[in-house]
């Protein structure tokens, strides 16, 4: 009868020591990580002498083996602002030899700080090097205070050689990383501080807040605040702290309420990061939120923070609704007309399409979807001075839409175009920026009180809560005759 074979029988990572009848399931380390993970071989019984189950065995050791050795490539990976890391590095090499060489020549230095552990022990490992090292010293002494002055900048210049080495050693280097790093180490003036806030965490934390069932618009808002952010600081080559947060702030030149908003956005941003980033939490573990604790101007950073907005005139809408027609724009004097006539907002006369014309108890009337609140949701008689002008929107209509715009943005809202637009002629025509196209809802309101219309009708009429639960949740409004005869108070534009 033949021996037993004393060869290990080997099939897709399932071994058989000599001897035995237990299959082993074997998975050989990588070089690049053996270090990391601390062995040459993962390798686990599987207490069968079956084939068949040993195969099916197997299949979890190798999962969570592969996931290993993944998490440890991973963990060799350059960390995010490594190049900052490399050149605060050199740099303190450079001032640490520049020192020594001024200490040379008889000034105070600071002193000087502790050894790396790990470069020590590198270069005390290795006898020849530290003999030749020795030998070195030993002639620069001796060739007076110009020998002793180079033998600072050799040193210099070998401690970066180290550094490199030491980089190369610990992390994954890509042949880009390695010039970068090489040219950093060679001139580490060339480097801009980078900031923190990365496009990649940019990223992270949008997708966090989309998860979270934020209003699109919102998250916009306070993303694109931080990536404006983030280019300060790469622009000027600042770190982030609370010192670069209040010059950027100064550098805004905006209203206090809106800058208040950019502290808001940070502040969220901040309180993400710390939670759910990993390489942030343990670079600022030991700082204080920057974006807390500002003083913000009181009635500075905008002309009109904190002041009432100005109400148009009959005067003031004749002559802004001529200037839209002077410049031949017919769409900014109509949408001036339904202003002047409705109350509206301007995004709620942008959204008016052929359906919104509706007819009520005979009485034509513009419905009005809900917008900001349950009571935007409104039926409003059409003022007969503007029924002519309705009636060419209708038919001229292109897109279904009364007032014909630029395609809507990304929110799906029709009026930013033309609101620029009406900011452009309110300038031009000598209006100040207290006049806005939302004052026509103040214009609408005034002039419907000074007529004596009830203010709960008012109030329905521009879309306004009127704040008695009877009238807001039981009562089912003015009757459409009542609305016209309150809408027919505004004074024609002649």
Not at 163 to 179: C, D, M, N, P, S
Not at 305 to 330: M, V
Request: hydrophobic share 40%.
């Amino acid at each position: 009868m033949a021996k037993p074979s004393n060869t290990i029988r080997d099939t897709k990572n399932l071994i058989q020591k000599a001897g035995e009848s237990t299959w082993y399931v074997r998975l050989a380390v990588p070089a690049d990580v053996q270090k990391v993970i601390g062995r040459k071989v993962f390798i686990k019984s599987l207490q069968t002498a079956s084939l068949t189950e040993a195969q099916r065995r197997r299949g979890v050791y190798l999962t969570t083996w592969w996931a290993q050795i993944e998490a440890a490539r991973k963990s060799r990976e350059l960390p995010e602002g490594w190049q900052s890391n490399v050149v605060a590095a050199i740099e303190t090499v450079s001032s640490m030899f520049q020192n020594q060489k001024r200490a040379i020549i008889g000034e105070a230095i600071p002193p000087l700080p502790p050894i790396n552990p790990e470069l020590e022990a590198r270069l005390r490992g290795n006898p020849r090097l530290v003999e030749a090292f020795e030998t070195h010293v030993k002639q620069r002494l001796g060739e007076g205070l110009s020998g002793k002055l180079q033998l600072q900048d050799e040193l210099a210049e070998v401690h970066k050689q180290l550094a490199e080495k030491l980089v190369i050693r610990r992390h994954t280097v890509g042949l880009e990383q390695k010039a970068v790093l090489i040219s950093l180490i060679a001139d580490p003036a060339s480097h801009r501080s980078k900031s923190p806030i990365t496009k990649n965490r940019l990223k992270a934390y949008r997708a966090f807040r989309e998860n979270r069932g934020g209003a699109p618009k919102h998250i916009d808002q306070q993303v694109g605040k931080m990536d404006r952010l983030s280019t300060f600081l790469k622009d000027e080559g600042l770190v982030l702290n609370f010192d670069t947060v209040d010059v950027w702030l100064n550098s805004l030149d905006r209203a206090p309420a809106t800058l208040g908003q950019y502290l808001m956005a940070g502040t969220a941003f901040w309180k993400w990061a710390m939670k759910y980033d990993t390489a942030w939490r343990e670079e600022y573990k030991d700082k204080v939120n920057p974006f807390v604790g500002h003083d913000l101007p009181q009635g500075g950073g905008s002309e009109t923070a904190g002041q009432d907005r100005e109400i148009y005139t009959l005067d003031d809408t004749i002559k802004l609704r001529q200037a839209a027609l002077n410049g031949s724009n017919q769409s900014l004097a109509d949408l001036i007309m339904l202003g002047w006539y409705t109350g509206a907002r301007i995004e709620e006369l942008c959204q008016l399409n052929k359906e919104s014309v509706i007819t009520v108890d005979g009485i034509r009337c513009f419905d009005f979807p809900r917008s900001k609140s349950k009571a935007s949701k409104r039926v409003v008689p059409i003022h007969a001075s503007l029924l002519t002008t309705v009636d060419r929107l209708l038919q001229d209509a292109l897109d279904t839409y009364l007032i014909p715009t630029q395609s809507a943005n990304r929110y799906g809202h029709r009026s930013h175009a033309i609101s620029k637009a009406f900011g452009r002629l309110r300038t031009t025509a000598a209006f100040s920026k207290l006049h806005v196209f939302h004052s026509f809802r103040h214009t609408v309101v005034t002039q419907l009180i000074r007529a004596d219309v009830p203010d709960a009708l008012a109030k329905e009429l521009v879309g306004h809560e009127t704040g008695s639960v009877t009238h807001d949740v039981y009562s089912k409004g003015a009757s459409t005759v009542q609305k016209l005869a309150a809408i027919s108070k505004l004074p024609p534009l002649l």
